[in-house]
């Protein structure tokens, strides 16, 4: 029967044209989403090709015409603050130079050595020209000293070291002290260093480089300054008055205790044998014998005495925290009274008779003074003058 009979290609046909039509019908419902590359390509076909790529490029966003354009603020701005805040601190917490020269020591061979905060340095003080510079681990020195053989002892507030002085290398360091602030050095008659620190003695042998004793228990802590007597024995400047020391033994032999201003900072004897020593707020001579105060030097009472040394001419120069005078030590009367000149007037340090100069170390730098000169002279490598 033909009503009842379908061909099999008849049905793909019929069956194509449904899915096509289902398709359509999608579409125009929006049930299935045509590609838009496609759409756009379709709908700009003169783009399309004029890229050559057959994708046409993509739109920019839509921008607002204000967000282009530039906005400056009705005003200029204020002027900048030199240094900006937040470098302010940095400022202010940043070290300046140290020009002070702690220590002064006149070598065998007649050259002088600085000991400043700045570095170790040796000079010839006829002509101030810098001969070398040692390059220490630590700059901060509080002691010189040469021992026989001319080897250079330096005592920093972070130990001890020994400086050949024909390489200017270091050959030893760092021994095993009381304390590694070395405030003070000695060379005893025997040819043993005495290293005086801010918690007691050390007695070094120069050649192994050893400690051989150990003093910890000071009277008065601190080995300020040392001196040697005509015996031979050590004298030490602490924070509560003098005490004397045996070399020999290591022994504490006498004590001078209760002396006006307590603290004992500067510290020489006489040709007589007599003790001079440098308190805060005086200037004593002492009998080593009795103990007893035999003078309070009128000029130097109220004034903060730093150093005190005596010239081949049997004068005595004294530094003060003010000011750097020359007494007559019989009488006591001032021979050269505040020399002018000075990089600053707070005495650290001074040695005379060194290139027939008197040299003289304070907190701002180096200077000299000959005989008849009526003002110091910097040195000009170590002030602050030139950096």
């Known amino acids: 029967m033909v009503m009842g009979t379908v061909s099999k290609g008849n049905v793909t046909v019929v069956l194509f044209r449904q899915r096509i039509s289902l398709l359509m019908t999608s579409v125009l419902l929006g049930l ?3 590609p838009s590359i496609g759409l756009v390509a379709m709908a700009n076909p003169a783009i399309a090709q004029k890229n050559g790529s057959g994708v046409p490029p993509k739109k920019t966003p839509d921008i ?4 282009t354009t530039p906005a400056y603020p009705p005003s200029a701005p204020p002027p900048r603050v030199d240094p900006l805040p937040d470098e302010r601190g940095l400022e202010e917490r940043s070290l300046e130079v140290d020009y002070r020269v702690s220590n002064l020591l006149g070598d065998f061979t007649g050259n002088l050595w600085v000991g400043s905060w700045r570095g170790l340095s040796h000079i010839d003080p006829n002509t101030g020209k810098i ?3 040692v390059n220490l681990p630590n700059v901060a020195i509080g002691a010189l000293a040469q021992d026989k053989v001319g080897r250079l002892w330096v005592g920093t507030y972070e130990g001890l070291m020994r400086v050949d002085p024909r390489t200017n290398e270091i050959t030893a360091q760092n021994l095993f002290l009381p304390s590694k602030r070395v405030l003070s050095l000695l060379l005893d008659k025997r040819g043993y260093l005495w290293t005086g620190t801010d918690n007691g003695l050390a007695l070094v042998s120069p050649d192994q480089g050893l400690i051989m004793t150990t003093l910890k228990n000071l009277p008065g802590v601190s080995a300020n300054t040392m001196t040697l007597d005509a015996e031979g024995h050590v004298w030490v ?3 509560d008055g003098l005490v004397r020391v045996n070399s020999a033994k290591g022994t504490i032999m006498q004590r001078i205790a209760d002396l ?3 603290t004992v900072q500067a510290l020489t004897i006489s040709p ?4 001079w020593a440098g308190m805060p707020n005086n200037l004593l001579v002492i009998n080593p014998k009795t103990g007893a105060v035999l003078r309070s030097v009128t000029r130097l009472r109220g004034r903060n005495v730093t150093a005190v040394r005596f010239a081949k001419d049997g ?3 004294v530094g003060t925290s003010n000011g750097l005078l020359r007494l007559n030590p019989n009488t006591g009367a001032v021979l050269d009274s505040e020399v002018p000149g000075l990089p600053s007037s707070r005495i650290l340090t ?3 008779d060194v290139g027939n100069k008197l040299w003289i170390g304070t907190s701002e730098g180096l200077a000299w003074l000959m005989p008849k000169m009526t003002s110091a002279k910097p040195h000009l490598a170590f002030s602050r003058a030139v950096k």
């Open 32 to 34: 299935i989403a045509v």
């Open 350 to 352: 001074i040695v005379p």
């Open 272 to 275: 007589e044998g007599l003790i």
């Open 260 to 262: 006006p201003g307590a």
């Open 131 to 133: 001969l070398a510079r």
């Open 315 to 317: 004068s005595i120069w």
């Open 237 to 239: 400047g602490t924070l």
């Open 64 to 67: 607002k015409p204000s967000e």
